[in-house]
């Protein structure tokens, strides 16, 4: 057997386990192997390390390039929840850090003014980091 047909059942491999697991990595992989395949069909790449060279570097290049371009695009989404109002159900010191609830969870809100907030008083989200809320008190 070729090594063209080694890579392409591996591709085929590749994407069925990819579609079992929904690991996405799988994907690249796959694409990797198919694209070796194409190298040894053309003979471009008869040796067998030089197949495995090209493979790993696809694979890993391709993950890398791709998980790059999705994080630069996920950095720079805008909240939602900014410029809500919501109720504090704590009183919050001026840089003190509280849990309150907030969409039915519990979420840790950050003082991002020099007041007090009072319990029960209204509050603005100003900005969210992860699970933070950035809040400061509504005039």
Not at 86 to 100: L, N, Q, R
Request: charged share 15%; no cysteine; hydrophobic share 50%.
């Amino acid at each position: 057997m070729s090594f063209f047909w080694i890579w392409i059942i591996l591709g085929f491999v590749l994407a069925a386990s990819e579609l079992a697991t929904g690991t996405f990595y799988l994907l690249f992989f796959s694409f990797a192997a198919f694209v070796t395949a194409g190298f040894a069909y053309l003979m471009m790449a008869d040796f067998w390390p030089y197949q495995m060279l090209i493979f790993s570097s696809i694979a890993v290049g391709s993950v890398f390039f791709v998980k790059s371009k999705l994080h630069r695009k996920s950095a720079n989404q805008i909240s939602l929840d900014v410029e809500n109002q919501i109720i504090s159900s704590e009183e919050i010191k001026p840089g003190e850090e509280k849990m309150i609830q907030y969409q039915g969870t519990l979420w840790t809100a950050v003082n991002d003014s020099s007041w007090t907030i009072e319990k029960g008083s209204r509050v603005s989200i100003k900005k969210v980091e992860g699970i933070k809320l950035f809040v400061v008190p509504t005039k």
